[in-house]
């Protein structure tokens, strides 16, 4: 019998759901913010989405290695 292992870790949706809020939030609360602001928000929120995108890029690459293994024979 093979230990169980545990799925890996899946993160990158925090990050997807974090630039959500900083590209929602500023305007809905600072509606007189200053431009530099907003164009901070939006940068955050970018970075962010780039940032989502490579951690998901990672979990799916370790999902696939994962899933090489044969399956358990009953």
Same mark, same amino acid.
């Given at each position: $019998?093979?230990?169980?292992?545990?799925?890996?870790?899946?993160?990158?949706?925090?990050?997807?759901?974090?630039?959500?809020?900083?590209?929602?939030?500023?305007? /809905?609360?600072?509606?007189?913010?200053?431009?530099?602001? *907003?164009? /901070?928000?939006?940068? /955050?929120?970018?970075? /962010?989405?780039?940032?989502?995108?490579?951690?998901?890029?990672?979990? $799916? *690459?370790?999902? *696939? &290695?994962? &899933?090489?293994?044969?399956?358990? &024979?009953?």
């Amino acid at each position: $019998m093979t230990p169980a292992t545990e799925p890996p870790a899946q993160i990158a949706v925090w990050y997807f759901i974090g630039a959500t809020f900083a590209f929602a939030l500023p305007p /809905l609360l600072f509606q007189n913010a200053d431009p530099w602001v *907003r164009i /901070l928000t939006t940068v /955050l929120g970018f970075v /962010l989405i780039i940032a989502g995108g490579y951690q998901l890029n990672r979990e $799916m *690459r370790e999902r *696939r &290695s994962g &899933s090489d293994e044969e399956p358990p &024979s009953a």
